[in-house]
Every structure is written in structure tokens, then in C-alpha cells.
């Protein structure tokens, strides 16, 4: 070991750990002791997606959710790509000088882009629910 290493240093770590453990515990056991226990068909029933778990497993899906699961996708990444870009864009030491124009017009466009997307699916219909 490190002449300098002391554990001291290292107390506050371990009392929060602990705290955080001790609480953890605490709740849960809090939960079970005063939590309701009574049991019924329907709270001992599968719960799956909101729908009830009766007929056949292999039930379709409306194509409304695979959709909307797609367009999240979609702007999800649109937010994964502007936000470092607003982060950094206009920082000192951020985007070079030269690169200031070029790197604009880019995400003007890819925002463009996507808003003519959104506009698409909105003419299809995609956000109206039947």
C-alpha cells in the first residue's frame, strides 16, 4: 500500500453506502409489513401491456404502435445528434471558425428533414387514432 493512503478519507463513502443500503431495506420491509395482503383472481392475474391475458398469446398488434415506436426512434435520434451540437456549437474552442457556416447549414437541413417527415406522417394520418 501507498505511504499516503489513509482510510480515513474514505469514511463519509462508506456511511453514505451504508445509509443508502439501510434505507433501501428499510423500505421494502416498510412495504411488506404495512402494505394490503389481499390476494384475488385479478391481482394474481399476468399483467400484460394493459390487455387481458385471455385467448391466444399470438394476437396481433395494430400497426399504430409499431408507428409510433418508430417515430419516437426517430426523434429520439434527432435529439442525440443536435443536442452535443447545441452544446458545443457556440462555445469558445467549440466549432472551428471555418466550420461555423458549413456545420449550420447541416443541421438546418437534417431539421428540415425531419420536419418534412413529421409532415408526412401527419398527412397519412399516423397520429390520428381510429
Not at 409489513?33 to 401491456?49: C, F, L, N, Q, T
Not at 426512434?73 to 457556440?90: M, Q, R
Not at 461555423?100 to 437534417?110: A, D, E, I, R, T
Request: glycine share 6%; no cysteine; hydrophobic share 55%.
Amino acid at each position: 500500500m501507498p505511504e499516503d493512503f489513509d482510510l480515513a478519507t474514505y469514511y463519509p463513502i462508506f456511511i453514505y453506502l451504508l445509509v443508502v443500503v439501510g434505507f433501501a431495506m428499510a423500505t421494502m420491509i416498510a412495504a411488506h409489513i404495512v402494505g394490503p395482503h389481499r390476494k384475488s383472481a385479478v391481482k394474481d392475474m399476468p399483467y400484460e401491456s394493459g390487455m387481458d391475458p385471455i385467448g391466444d398469446a399470438h394476437q396481433r398488434f395494430d400497426v399504430k404502435f409499431y408507428l409510433i415506436a418508430i417515430m419516437f426512434l426517430v426523434f429520439d435520434v434527432e435529439l442525440l445528434f443536435l443536442y452535443p451540437w447545441a452544446v458545443i456549437a457556440y462555445q469558445e474552442g467549440g466549432v472551428p471558425a471555418a466550420l461555423k457556416g458549413p456545420v449550420f447549414w447541416s443541421v438546418l437541413v437534417f431539421i428540415v428533414l425531419l420536419l418534412v417527415a413529421y409532415i408526412y406522417d401527419w398527412r397519412k394520418g399516423v397520429f390520428r387514432w381510429r
